[in-house]
């Protein structure tokens, strides 16, 4: 007001009317700019947890071919379980060499690139008829999976910014319901088309890929100057700390896989339900799974990662002990929708965690986290199998549900998180 009334009478305005004015000016285009980057960061995690649930579509798709290939082709159940066995270690082995690659050249092809491979090599498995073509086939789709993950996860811890635990919690929540959502829409088409209804899954893929090319070359320029750059030097990397929450998701990963796995025979063998009653169970668990990974993200920004851990983890103990206590199915089934929340709660937390704990690694650590620790795990969980043989079914459950302990006490060694929790009035 004092600026233009001076500038009215034709005289100049006092010096420091001006330095107030350039101030409030500078001010005003800088939260323009704030303004503009949070929406893009925004637009940019939505993309990310929608290509990322197309992604884990096609990851949990050779599973759901699998009596498909027994049937129709006559494998024997040895070979078709290693159809999947193909694209479980081509995807956790290939994952953290594109971490690094991704780190030194950072790129964002690489992730449309992988979904047009991983839906791809889906569709030709269920055309070709001999077996080392349908192998390559999966390998091909573990490939582009492994070349999706680093690029995408890295790009999400860097648009979350202070909200590295909501924004990974979104990203991870895309690929949970991805992966629920596969056997879901390809069970009809198989069944209506038989194995060559899988050819389908190469359209959401292609289609996702060309949406997610066009999103980012428009966001591109709108995007924050630190998450279009390189990421790298944000301080030194700290590889033993980093070791420990590889160990401890390796061992996460063991409970979460052998739950999957056993939870259903559980039901119908140790506590004589039907085979309904055991697709309800785990269908509850991973459900309550995608809503773990909803809330994680944010307890991690509002509380800290590793509080976030350890706590999650340490109510898993009581929670197990409460399953292992119920004798009849309805009781059973409903304790294991309240395991399935704090166990998966802390997946958030620990991808953020791997990406602090290597600042100039950023997709290293997203492919370790993403890809070969998760798939350690799923190898570990077949010993359970043995356990199971020898000393039977509730042992097995026992010794799984037991895991829990390990993982809290892996995250009591883990090192205090560097970037402080949100207080309460960011949150909202």
């Known amino acids: 007001m004092i600026v233009s009334n001076v500038r009215r009478i034709g005289g100049k305005p006092p010096r420091k009317d001006q330095d107030m004015a350039r101030v409030r000016d500078n001010a005003v285009r800088t939260l323009e700019r704030g303004s503009g980057i949070e929406q893009a960061n925004r637009k940019t995690l939505i993309l990310m947890g929608l290509a990322h649930a197309f992604n884990d579509f096609n990851l949990a798709a050779p599973a759901v071919l699998l009596p498909f290939f027994v049937s129709e082709r006559q494998f024997s159940y040895s070979a078709a379980s290693g159809l999947v066995m193909a694209l479980g270690l081509t995807s956790s082995l290939w994952q953290p060499l594109m971490g690094v690659f991704v ?97 389908f899954a190469i359209l959401p893929s292609v289609a996702m890929a060309v949406a997610m090319a066009i999103a980012l070359n428009r966001l591109n320029a709108h995007l924050a100057p630190e998450t279009a750059g390189d990421g790298n030097g944000g301080g030194a990397d700290r590889w033993s700390a980093f070791a420990r929450l590889a160990a401890l998701l390796v061992i996460r990963a063991a409970a979460v896989q052998g739950i999957g796995n056993f939870l259903p025979l559980y039901i119908t063998d140790a506590l004589h339900g039907t085979a309904q009653q055991a697709g309800a169970a785990l269908s509850l668990f991973s459900l309550s799974g995608v809503v773990g990974t909803i809330l994680g993200g944010p307890l991690a920004d509002r509380y800290g990662c590793r509080r976030t851990i350890i706590a999650a983890t340490s109510l898993t103990i009581p929670l197990a002990g409460l399953f292992l206590a119920q004798g009849g199915v309805a009781r059973a089934i409903g304790a294991s929708l309240l395991l399935g929340v704090p166990l998966v709660a802390p997946f958030s937390a620990i991808m953020v965690l791997g990406q602090e704990y290597l600042p100039n690694h950023v997709g290293f650590a997203s492919g370790v986290t993403l890809g070969i620790a998760s798939s350690i795990g799923m190898l570990v969980a077949p010993l359970f199998g043995w356990i199971a043989d020898i000393y039977g079914l509730r042992t097995s459950m026992m010794a799984i549900l037991a895991l829990p302990i390990v993982v809290t006490l892996l995250g009591l060694t883990l090192p205090r998180d560097r970037r402080k929790p949100l207080p309460a009035a960011q949150q909202q």
Not at 124 to 134: E, S, T
Not at 172 to 186: C, D, H, I
Request: glycine share 18%; aromatic share 8%; net charge positive.
């Open 103 to 199: 780190d030194r050249h950072p790129v964002m092809w690489t992730a449309p690139v992988g979904l047009v491979l991983g839906g791809a090599g889906i569709a030709l498995a269920g055309v070709l008829r001999d077996y080392a073509a349908i192998f390559a086939c999966i390998a091909l789709s573990g490939i582009g999976i492994a070349g999706f993950h680093p690029a995408t996860a890295r790009l999400a811890g860097q648009c979350s910014r202070d909200r590295g635990g909501e924004g990974m919690g979104l990203f991870a929540a895309g690929g949970s319901l991805g992966f629920a959502a596969s056997p879901m829409v390809l069970m009809p088409l198989l069944l209506r088309f038989g194995l060559r209804g899988s050819s």
